[in-house]
């Protein structure tokens, strides 16, 4: 379902500020390299990590969300507080527009993607520069076996939209991380790429 809007909408390419949309598929470690880079990056940094609204408790583990229940998410959705929103995996998911003011503002933002909505994100965020997190398959078999969420079936299928998402990814400047080995070697690189991204001080 989309929800990219229009009245809010920032030609990218107009500002000195750089969004980083951030995708990769479950057990990637996107959430913790998100984290990492949220704890690394100096205060100075011209860099603001977005909040995603998810309609799944807040205690539900993983990344740091705002939890809002589906009659709630709908009626923000409706009111157009959503930047950008889809629904996957009987959930609904969507950033606040107020990305678009720190955007405005020179600051470079990173935002917790769906590979899904990578193409309409990119209709409305025309410098948007994704970041794919990638993993061999047989770890990525390993951690999603190791974190026991889901069922030997349910993993098997993890692993074939795992598969497809690195067949059909071929975005034009796209930067891919690989997160195979201790998290602090793909975090440093992370960091890297958001400390080179444009910016300019905050107004």
Not at 13 to 24: N, P, S, W
Not at 143 to 168: D, W
Request: hydrophobic fraction near 35%; charge should be positive.
């Amino acid at each position: 379902m989309s929800g990219a809007m229009a009245l809010m909408f920032i030609r990218h390419d107009t500002i000195m500020a750089e969004l980083f949309y951030i995708i990769g598929a479950s057990g990637s470690g996107k959430d913790s390299l998100i984290q990492y880079a949220r704890t690394h990056i100096p205060d100075s940094a011209p860099i603001v990590f977005s909040h995603r609204y998810i309609t799944r408790p807040a205690d539900a583990g993983g990344e740091n969300h705002v939890a809002l229940n589906e009659k709630e998410f709908l009626s923000r959705q409706k009111k157009q507080c959503f930047a950008m929103s889809w629904y996957s995996h009987n959930t609904y998911y969507g950033i606040g527009i107020e990305i678009n003011q720190w955007l405005a503002k020179g600051l470079n933002v990173v935002v917790n993607g769906s590979r899904a909505y990578l193409e309409e994100a990119r209709k409305h965020y025309s410098g948007l520069q994704p970041i794919l997190i990638s993993v061999y398959p047989e770890i990525l078999r390993q951690r999603l076996e190791h974190r026991g969420r889901e069922s030997q079936e349910q993993i098997e299928t993890r692993l074939l939209q795992a598969h497809k998402l690195e067949q059909e990814i071929s975005q034009t400047r796209l930067i891919r991380i690989y997160n195979n080995d201790a998290l602090h070697k793909a975090g440093e690189q992370f960091i890297s790429i958001l400390n080179n991204g444009k910016s300019s001080q905050c107004a």
